[in-house]
């Protein structure tokens, strides 16, 4: 399905809001994969992480989804070269071979008690005593 420039813009524009609101309002997105089988999926705490990240606490971002945060900038760069200078060169296959064995790995580790440092904390509410109800 292809769409128009002003529909992709529109569409851009109904993510933007949606992400706003997102981070406005503490909603967060709730893993199907962990709420089923007990274990954290890749992206477990990554809606976290980009609030966590939006708000500039790093630190905290790491603890929620250290895989995200380490992501998210080369995300950015691809994305702004891609769409904005209208870069016409792709990630080679090799490139998304090693993010995909990067993502797995991570995946595994997380759920290894031992490694629990990579797994999600708690609740983005809990961790911060200066934002009040």
């Known amino acids: 399905m292809k769409f128009s420039t ?3 813009y529109i569409l851009y524009l109904i993510g933007i809001l949606i992400i706003i609101i997102m981070l406005k309002y503490d909603i967060g997105i709730p893993c199907i994969f962990h709420i089923i089988t007990g274990y954290y999926c890749p992206g477990c705490g990554g809606t976290r992480a980009i609030r966590a ?5 790093i630190h905290q971002a790491f603890r929620y989804n250290a895989l995200i945060v380490l ?4 995300a950015m760069i691809y994305l702004i070269y891609k769409y904005v200078f209208k870069g016409r060169k792709s990630i080679s ?3 998304w071979l090693i993010l995909l064995i990067i993502t797995i790995l991570f995946s595994i ?5 031992m490694l ?9 509410k809990d961790n911060f005593s200066w934002r009040k109800k």
């Open 53 to 57: 990240l939006a708000h500039f606490n």
């Open 116 to 124: 629990y440092i990579l797994a999600p904390t708690k609740l983005w």
């Open 109 to 113: 580790l997380r759920n290894i008690p």
């Open 93 to 95: 296959n090799n490139i």
């Open 6 to 8: 002003r529909k992709k």
């Open 71 to 74: 992501l998210f900038p080369f």
